[in-house]
């Protein structure tokens, strides 16, 4: 398996731009995470999904933040517009829930910059 | 509020010798535990896990205490090798309240282990 994967992996753009994230997650996985890491704020969970469905999105920081999953293997975070605040690592993960277990798989990330 | 705290920043340990990573957490509701690892431009990975009903969980080199009444958990790594060097990442989830798949995160501490 492929794992979860994220595109771009690098991503500059100037205030007031758009940005959209991408992430495919593990091929069967129900469950879809986005996370933002920051210096500050350490990893911090924006929304997650579960079989497709926005189930919180108590963690998107303001309207400017939008993420949809239009089928199971496909998700994307927009920003618009972007601003310097919104640099970070933005990782996207997946899970299989079952019994106990817990365990998120992650993507490599999108470090993205905002000028 | 942080209801998931790594105190230290950062540890430094000699290779061959136990590396201690420490987590605290506020909120008694949790009821499992993990550990992640990551690497710089990669994303985390899953390290090890314990349930609230288990005071300790082994694996290889890795053993994870939790001691419930304090509040509190810890990652012992022995012997520490310099391919262990990353940050660590303890998260808190609540397992059984519903069913929650949401993992809430420390900010991390950096491991680097000297040869």
């Known amino acids: 398996d492929a794992g979860v994967i994220q595109s771009p992996r690098h991503e500059v753009t100037e205030m007031g731009q758009e940005v959209t994230l991408r992430c495919k997650p593990i091929?069967?996985?129900?469950?879809l995470f986005w996370y933002r890491q920051t210096m500050m704020r350490g990893l911090e969970l924006l929304i997650y999904?579960?079989?497709?469905?926005?189930?919180?999105d108590s963690g998107m920081p303001e309207d400017r933040f939008s993420a949809k999953m239009p089928n199971a293997s496909f998700s994307t975070l927009k920003i618009q517009p972007s601003e310097p605040r919104d640099s970070a690592v933005y990782f996207c993960?997946?899970?299989?829930?079952?019994?106990?277990?817990?365990?998120?798989?992650f993507g490599p990330g999108t470090r993205l910059t905002v000028l | 509020d942080q209801q998931v705290k790594q105190n230290s920043p950062s540890l430094s340990v000699q290779e061959g010798r136990i590396s201690i990573l420490n987590c605290d957490y506020t909120?008694?509701?949790?009821?499992?535990f993990l550990w992640y690892k990551k690497y710089p431009a990669e994303g985390p990975t899953f390290l090890i896990s314990?349930?609230?009903?288990?005071d300790k969980n082994e694996d290889g080199r890795f053993t994870v205490f939790l001691n419930k009444s304090a509040k509190h958990l810890s990652l012992h790594i022995v012997p520490s090798q310099p391919g262990d060097s990353a940050v660590y990442f303890c998260a808190a989830s609540f397992r059984s309240q519903g069913g929650s798949e949401k993992l809430v995160f420390g900010k991390g501490t950096k491991l680097t282990v000297n040869p």
């Open positions: 993960a997946s899970s299989l829930l079952t019994g106990w277990s817990n365990e998120q798989f």
């Open positions: 999904f579960n079989n497709n469905v926005p189930i919180d």
């Open positions: 314990i349930s609230s009903i288990k």
């Open positions: 091929s069967g996985h129900n469950s």
């Open positions: 909120n008694s509701m949790f009821d499992y």
